[in-house]
């Protein structure tokens, strides 16, 4: 889906799982307005690419009549109106902090000669020569493991049942440093209902929007890494118009050979470009020392070769550091970037939203005429009928009327996930009993069978009721609980649901 229509969805979830405010359409105007965009969208297709595309369509046009019918202040519109991506500022200063390091690097390290040991040439190529192995290193890895895509879900991620005030969630009573900063970049906000609303939207279009920006960042990270062998070379070439290098290297524990093998392995690339022969030893010996960059050239090895037409030796190792440079980083770097850049722009395109959350499921639900199906399997408790109807109570509350609800039966502590053929659409849920604390050989295990086996379909339900009763009389226990299983859940790709209704 494109980054226009999910920035508007996102916002509209943000107005919907926000608590009633005079400015925000009422709950009974958001459903009116599901019908009118039902009725005008007619009986659309329901399965297939054609299916997926008629319910984007839904969305985008459900999402915009309900930012019509807000009446958002300016600050939130301009909020709104931000594009995917990084600041604008981001690109000029990583492109002029590369600039100034390459400059500065050469500059001050070797300002009036040209080192054929230069500390600053060469840790550039063998700096970018390590990125390049990371970056080979971590794509194999990444095709080894790979796993399908997992969508975290928007916030409010514990939604409110059908018909009650959705209630705002912890990270918006106890914000963080981020929430607190864009609360002050918004002062037209402070005091009111909105502010949330806002705050929740901004984090929810971030983390839609991560994609996008993460391949910018890269794009531009390649590009800076491209400027600053670009910097590099605009001193050494500056500085070479007004002043006279001098040419050589010198050593405490090199010796000459050693110093032609380093040499031409380091400039093998563009020998092997430009068709000419290894540095021979008596190029080196020649250097050795400080010669005047004045000096006639040596005749390159070899009669075809290809190389700049250079009348003094310190302009032929001028040359030399430019295509080394200009063949292992500046090309490279330029061919990443574009990769990149091609990369954020796909993204840009095909955003995902978190459809198996239960704001997605009703609408769903709405859209298509259907049940969802809920496949439930109980880990390591009793489930009486009070909890049985508690539970079905919770999950028609999330998924509507017309959620069906399997129930398997307990699974014992330690036992494996059995194996359980579900429809392509249905949710499958691992309910555990809050009292229970969180281990990583028992609980960790069942949560990874749950996500390797259903992927995107595997839900965490976790039964409070029992453990909030017994610390009525100690909230920051319930607290810290709630918290313990929440990192839990996250470490193994869930955001875990609590059910505190029924007895």
Excluded at 127 to 155: C, D, I, K, T
Aim: some cysteine.
């Amino acid at each position: 889906m494109k980054a226009d229509a999910v920035r508007d969805i996102a916002l509209a979830h943000a107005i919907e799982t926000s608590p009633p405010h005079e400015a925000l359409p009422s709950a009974a105007r958001c459903e009116a307005i599901t019908q009118e965009v039902l009725h005008t969208l007619g009986k659309p297709a329901l399965g297939g690419k054609a299916g997926q595309a008629a319910f984007a369509q839904f969305l985008q046009q459900r999402a915009k009549r309900i930012i019509q019918a807000s009446q958002l202040p300016p600050d939130v519109r301009q909020l709104w109106q931000h594009a995917p991506g990084l600041a604008r500022w981001m690109p000029l200063a990583i492109a002029l902090l590369a600039l100034c390091l390459g400059f500065a690097s050469h500059r001050i390290t070797d300002p009036h000669r040209v080192d054929l040991l230069s500390l600053s040439l060469m840790g550039i190529v063998l700096w970018n020569l390590l990125m390049y192995a990371v970056l080979l290193v971590r794509s194999l890895l990444g095709l080894a493991r790979r796993q399908p895509a997992r969508v975290a879900p928007w916030e409010p991620a514990q939604q409110a049942a059908s018909g009650a005030a959705p209630s705002a969630p912890v990270a918006d009573e106890h914000p963080g440093w981020m929430a607190r900063l864009r609360g002050k970049a918004m002062p037209a906000l402070r005091g009111s209902g909105l502010r949330k609303m806002a705050l929740r939207f901004e984090r929810n279009w971030w983390q839609a929007s991560e994609g996008v920006r993460n391949a910018q960042l890269l794009q531009w990270l390649h590009l800076g890494a491209a400027l600053v062998a670009v910097g590099a070379l605009a001193s050494l070439w500056l500085t070479g118009l007004t002043k006279e290098y001098q040419v050589g290297w010198e050593s405490t524990f090199l010796s000459a050979s050693q110093v032609q093998h380093w040499l031409n392995i380091l400039f093998a690339p563009t020998q092997w470009l430009q068709w000419t022969a290894p540095w021979s030893l008596a190029d080196i010996q020649a250097l050795q020392g400080w010669v005047s960059s004045g000096l006639p050239a040596a005749p390159a090895a070899g009669t075809d070769a290809i190389a700049a037409p250079v009348a003094s030796v310190g302009e032929r190792w001028v040359w030399a550091y430019t295509a080394l440079l200009a063949a292992t980083v500046v090309l490279p770097r330029l061919l990443l970037a574009l990769w990149q850049g091609l990369r954020a722009r796909w993204r840009r395109q095909h955003l995902q939203l978190p459809l198996n959350q239960a704001y997605f499921a009703r609408l769903q639900r709405d859209f298509g005429g259907l049940a969802t199906r809920l496949v439930l399997l109980p880990f390591s408790m009793d489930v009486t009928p009070e909890r049985r109807a508690a539970i079905d109570h919770h999950a028609i509350g999330l998924y509507g009327a017309g959620a069906h609800v399997d129930w398997l039966p307990t699974l014992a502590y330690g036992a494996p996930l059995p194996s359980v053929d579900i429809a392509p659409a249905a949710q499958a849920i691992a309910l555990i009993n809050l009292s229970a604390t969180p281990e990583a050989e028992v609980h960790g295990e069942l949560l990874s069978q749950l996500r390797n086996r259903y992927g995107a379909n595997g839900q965490l339900w976790l039964w409070a009721s029992d453990f909030a009763a017994r610390n009525a009389g100690a909230p920051r226990r319930l607290q810290e609980r709630e918290a313990l299983w929440q990192e839990f859940a996250q470490q193994h790709g869930f955001n875990a649901q609590l059910i505190t209704t029924g007895a």
